[in-house]
């Protein structure tokens, strides 16, 4: 996820929790990034939306 840009990264995390969402029928409040690659910056974006990493 480091090769993401801010606004590509919010978008994923954005459709990826209304996919989740759809199918669970909870928001997901957890976010696990593939091979634990996330830069701080984007930890930071996540907590501000409520996010744990």
């Known amino acids: 996820m480091p090769e993401l840009t801010d606004q590509q990264f919010n978008e ?9 969402e759809k199918i669970i029928g909870v928001k997901p409040d957890l976010f696990r990034p593939p091979f634990g690659e996330i830069e701080d910056r984007q930890v930071e974006m996540l907590n501000k939306q409520g996010y744990r990493s």
């Open 12 to 20: 994923n995390i954005q459709s990826t929790t209304a996919e989740i």
